[in-house]
């Protein structure tokens, strides 16, 4: 089946440092992939939508020039968090589309930031 | 906008039995994807079952199934012989096109021996 890679799964990082979330498709091209945040024990929240070869489209609230999304190639979307604080530490999931059939989105594991 | 509405912030239910959550949605959109995802503590989002909105019939997975009622815009799912390994967190999605989805806050599904 499609598959989703996240890197990195854990990462620890001191604030005002810069860090970089990768998100590929490994077995299928997804012109679309989501960025979403979770915080503990609470729900999905949708940050952006990268579209391959065009600027990400972010929801309201989401800061762009803290949040960077590229979406350089079919296979693999980047988020990079910029000048990083502890308010930033939390659980970020990417999903892309074109995987398992049509209008089904397959998740990778995560990411889990730590801001010191 | 698309809101999607668990009411149910935890559950339990013995193991074999069966266990239904709730789901409901507001939307003005006649073409749509419902979705439950399933997520463990290893976090990783594990598509349950999925219905598409112009279909009366209810979708089933082995022992999960939906009650889809698409006037009420009602979407819950039925677990069926509930295994211990069911215990998770349970998110109901909606999705309009193309690929826009939105997540309800969970229910936490505990599966007691």
């Known amino acids: 089946g499609a598959v989703v890679s996240q890197h990195p799964s854990r990462v620890i990082c001191k604030s005002g440092t810069s860090v970089k979330i990768e998100c590929r498709s490994l077995?299928?091209?997804?012109?679309?992939m989501f960025w979403y945040r979770q915080f503990p024990k609470k729900s999905l929240m949708l940050m952006a939508t990268?579209?391959?070869?065009?600027?990400?489209?972010?929801e309201q609230g989401v800061e762009k020039d803290k949040f960077l999304i590229n979406h350089a190639s079919l296979t693999l979307s980047t988020l990079t968090v910029t000048s990083a604080h502890p308010e930033d530490s939390s659980f970020y999931i990417c999903?892309?589309?074109?995987?398992?059939?049509?209008?089904?989105?397959?998740f990778g594991a995560g990411s889990r930031l730590t801001v010191l | 906008a698309q809101t999607v509405t668990q009411s149910q912030p935890e559950m339990s239910v013995q193991e074999a039995e069966t266990v239904t959550l709730s789901c409901t949605y507001d939307?003005?959109?006649?073409?749509?994807?419902l979705f439950w995802y399933k997520q463990p503590p290893s976090r990783q989002m594990i598509l349950v079952i999925r219905?598409?909105?112009?279909?009366?019939q209810n979708a089933t997975e082995n022992r999960f199934s939906v009650n889809f009622q698409k006037a009420a815009k009602s979407f819950s799912l039925k677990i069926s012989d509930s295994q211990l390994g069911d215990t998770a967190m349970y998110f109901c999605?909606?999705?309009?096109?193309?690929?826009?989805?939105?997540f309800g806050a969970g229910t936490r599904l505990t599966v007691k021996p």
């Open positions: 939307t003005s959109e006649n073409n749509y994807y």
């Open positions: 999903s892309a589309s074109g995987g398992s059939g049509a209008n089904v989105l397959t």
């Open positions: 999605a909606f999705m309009s096109l193309p690929h826009d989805m939105r």
């Open positions: 219905q598409e909105a112009y279909k009366q």
């Open positions: 990268s579209n391959e070869g065009s600027k990400a489209t972010y």
């Open positions: 077995d299928f091209q997804a012109t679309t």
